[in-house]
């Protein structure tokens, strides 16, 4: 059965520092979200993309993330300058219809920043 | 309460009872869906009830809906150990929102 895969599955890095999280989606959808979810509080959205735009975003999603679509098949999330308070698992996922059917997860990366 | 809010928090029962946990929401929605967590692990989907439905069997999982209510539940029943998750409920919400809002879900317990 087709997944959603991320990698890598647990990234630490030093406050300051670039990170990139990277995602295969499944291969027929064509809408692509991150979520994070800090430890013990709830999943949230981060930002959809589509058609290589981005077509919502959180207010969580500001000026230190972007996302590129680079190839058919990968779907990044960048994080440029980590602060403390990123450390999360974050979560990729995609949909075959735009909100309208199942959003399918990856199994997340584990962010630390130190 | 916020959007996508379950309850009970946390839920210990015996293997085979059932087990239900609620969600209730705000908003007008398209969908609801139900996911499932393991400790430290990803969202696994579980099943999504429209707004039109009122209810949806999957094997062991009975999801019903009350959008008069704004409100859902999940049952799972003849539970199983391997069943110990924590459950959220996630909708989205009509008008065309991209992004699903989580609830702060139910970790359910199965006693062996």
């Known amino acids: 059965e087709p997944e959603v895969t991320q990698t890598p599955s647990h990234q630490v890095t030093q406050m300051g520092q670039e990170v990139i999280l990277r995602c295969v989606p499944i291969?027929?959808?064509?809408?692509f979200y991150w979520y994070r979810q800090i430890l013990g509080q709830k999943v949230e959205f981060l930002v959809s993309?589509?058609?290589?735009?981005?077509?919502?975003k959180s207010e969580i999603f500001d000026d230190q993330f972007s996302v590129e679509r680079p190839d058919g098949s990968n779907f990044t999330l960048k994080i440029r300058s980590t602060k403390l308070e990123d450390s999360a698992m974050y979560f990729c996922?995609?949909?075959?219809?735009?909100?309208?059917?199942?959003?399918?997860f990856g199994p997340g990366t584990r962010l630390t920043v130190l | 309460s916020q959007q996508g809010e379950e309850d009970p928090q946390a839920l210990s029962i015996q293997e085979g009872e059932n087990a239900t946990m609620n969600c209730s929401y705000k908003?007008?929605?398209?969908?609801l869906q139900w996911y499932r967590q393991n400790s430290g692990r990803g969202l696994v989907h579980l099943i999504l009830?429209?707004?039109?439905?009122r209810e949806k069997h999957s094997g062991r999982l009975r999801v019903t809906l009350d959008t008069s209510k704004k409100s859902s539940s999940l049952l799972i029943t003849a539970s199983r150990a391997a069943d110990t998750a924590s459950y959220f409920c996630?909708?989205?919400?009509?008008?065309?929102?991209?992004?699903?809002?989580f609830g702060k879900g139910t970790h359910l317990i199965i006693q062996p």
């Open positions: 996922a995609s949909s075959d219809q735009r909100a309208r059917n199942e959003q399918f």
């Open positions: 291969s027929n959808h064509l809408y």
């Open positions: 993309f589509y058609n290589n735009e981005i077509s919502e």
């Open positions: 908003t007008s929605i398209n969908n």
């Open positions: 009830i429209r707004s039109n439905e």
């Open positions: 996630a909708t989205d919400a009509r008008g065309g929102a991209d992004g699903l809002t």
